[in-house]
């Protein structure tokens, strides 16, 4: 049987896979990641390197993504600081940005896979006030964006359209879609 291994830093990555029952090791990648460039493409290439960087042993079959925000053609990645925080939920503020995630699979038997999910996201306009609270929360960190839409960015959120997971940070209806067989060869047996 082969292992699946996450190619990610991410405990959103993990907990999702976790949540819909997929058995997985978590080895965080050192890729050079893109910052600039079209969203959906620099998405996908920063999975595809996350992917290819990550020691792998026989058997055993790959899972990276990355999730980059974009707004009139800029792209938003994990702030660096708090101020870089401040300016980024300033500028989604009573917008609708876009989420894409692009995923890359290396499967065990030498097949490449990948894709990309797009989510639109609009924000209500935000104040001052709600846009200091969500900086002091820290749930900017490390989060395109500066938003985690499973914690305080939810009362930021006023609609999403496509898949909200995506959003968290991994796709999960594209996963599916890309690779059906993850269920059978990396599920856990239904609880007795």
């Known amino acids: 049987m082969s292992r699946l291994i996450l190619a990610s830093r ?13 058995r997985c090791e978590v080895r965080p990648p050192d890729a050079a990641e893109l910052t600039a460039g079209i ?19 026989d058997g055993e079959d790959v899972l990276a993504a990355d999730t980059v925000v974009e707004l009139d053609g800029l792209l938003y990645h994990k702030p660096a600081d708090e101020r ?28 490449a896979r990948s894709a990309v999910a797009s989510t639109a996201v609009t924000f209500r306009p935000l104040t001052h006030e709600v846009i200091e609270l969500c900086v002091a929360s820290g749930q900017w960190r490390g989060r395109a964006g500066g938003y985690a839409i499973q914690g305080l960015g939810a009362l ?3 609609e999403v359209r496509g898949e909200y997971e995506n959003v968290v940070g991994l796709p999960v209806a ?11 060869l990396h599920g856990r047996p239904p609880a007795t």
Do not use: C, F, Y
């Not at 991410?10 to 997929?22: D, K, N, Y």
């Not at 969203?39 to 042993?57: C, D, F, G, Q, S």
């Not at 996963?175 to 269920?183: A, E, F, M």
């Open 10 to 22: 991410s405990p959103q990555r993990s907990a999702i896979l976790e949540r819909i029952g997929i």
């Open 174 to 184: 594209t996963l599916i879609d890309l690779w059906p067989q993850i269920l059978l």
């Open 84 to 111: 870089e925080a401040r300016a980024t939920l300033a500028t989604l503020s009573g917008r609708t940005h876009n989420v894409h995630t692009g995923i890359a699979l290396l499967l065990a038997d030498g097949e």
């Open 39 to 57: 969203a959906m493409e620099t998405a996908l290439e920063n999975a595809i390197r996350k992917a290819r960087v990550v020691e792998r042993a």
């Open 156 to 158: 930021l959120v006023t």
